[in-house]
């Protein structure tokens, strides 16, 4: 048999590499040197790597929890600290059909960080710590089916604040809470003949600060967001919703009342600039909780505080892919 060609001894190696298998010994002496370069890179602590490896891995599949759409990594994404990370990812496989794509032990145990996609969206999620005790928020969830969502979250152990109805605004939608807290504002919209109120995506954090009407002012100083919708007001002239887009995803806002507590956040957000967007957050009277700096993991990264009580991970690859 002809010995086969560099190109095709390249793609069977990352195949295999891809696979867990790589077969070194079997190749171009050129090739088999890139090969253990790439094995090693493979190894490294970065999330986004790991994240496009699982990717290759995991079979795209068309779940019934979920409507599966292949985007751009959202601009926004909201990070869980909890007490049982573990556990809380379990939780979203069994009740939302997430798919885990990523996993960090910390150096004491448990979960350093994790990354779980739900949709066309990720969520990350990591154990609480003395430094980054736990935070529960909202988040609004785009489905297929509401009801059967809804379902599926109280077997999975999630507890009942708003049974399945439809809203004047054309989404069916049932409101649970989960075991850590956070509230799912479960939605499927009903008017467009899709599952996703056009613009939105799978996942969307919700936040109710005290005073909407300043934090829709803060984000907009500090991330260029802009308002996508006339905010719906309360007859009383409170911020009941608004929604902001802020690069390829949006955040939405209502005001706390009634059974609607305070529920700051902690999101991960990428900008083009860290270094321009940690000044202006402080300029617009964000508290500084770590200066810009490059993290091993690929990314420069700083972390502020907003008047709110949210915390904002801003961010940005060293690297462009």
């Known amino acids: ?53 699982l990717a290759e891995l995991i079979p795209a599949k068309q779940e019934e929890k979920m409507p ?3 985007t751009a990594r959202p601009d926004v994404i909201p990070y869980f600290v909890v007490k049982g990370a573990s556990d809380m990812i379990a939780f979203l496989e069994e009740a ?3 798919e885990e794509q990523a996993r960090f032990a910390a150096p004491g145990g448990g979960i350093m960080h994790a990354e779980v996609r739900l949709g066309d969206s990720l969520v990350e999620l990591g154990d609480a710590s003395e430094q ?5 928020f909202g988040i609004h969830l785009y489905v297929r089916d509401a009801d059967a969502v809804y ?17 004047f605004y054309g989404d069916r939608e049932a409101t649970v809470k989960d075991q850590w807290g956070n509230q799912w504002y479960i939605a499927t919209h009903q008017a467009a ?20 009407d300043r934090l829709i002012d803060f984000v907009k100083e500090t991330f260029g967001a802009q308002t996508i919708e006339e905010p719906y007001k309360t007859p009383d002239g409170l911020i009941a919703h608004a929604a902001m887009r802020v690069g390829n995803a949006l955040i939405e806002v209502g005001e706390t009342h009634g059974e609607w507590k305070p529920m700051p956040a902690n999101l991960h957000i990428y900008v083009d600039d860290v270094d321009a967007t940690y000044a202006q957050a402080l300029r617009a009277g964000a508290k500084s909780e770590r200066e810009p700096r490059d ?13 709110f009580g949210n915390m904002w991970w801003i961010a940005k690859p060293l690297v462009q892919k």
């Not at 980054?132 to 529960?136: A, D, I, L, Q």
């Not at 379902?151 to 809203?167: K, Y």
């Not at 993290?295 to 008047?307: F, H, I, M, N, Q």
């Open 1 to 53: 048999m002809a010995e086969r060609n560099l190109i095709e001894q390249l793609d069977g190696a990352i195949d295999a590499l891809l696979a867990g298998r790589p077969e070194i010994a079997s190749l171009d002496p050129e090739l088999a040197a890139i090969l253990v370069i790439a094995a090693d890179l493979r190894d490294l602590a970065d999330p986004r790597f790991k994240s496009r490896l």
């Open 68 to 70: 599966t759409v292949t």
């Open 96 to 98: 939302f059909g997430a």
């Open 132 to 136: 980054y005790p736990p935070m529960n």
């Open 151 to 167: 379902r599926s979250a109280l077997r999975a152990g999630a507890t009942s604040v708003r049974e399945p109805v439809d809203q």
């Open 193 to 212: 003949g899709q599952p996703i109120r056009p613009g939105y995506r799978s996942i969307t954090p919700f936040l109710h600060p005290r005073g909407a």
């Open 295 to 307: 993290e091993p993991y690929g990314e420069r990264v700083a972390g502020v505080t907003d008047p």
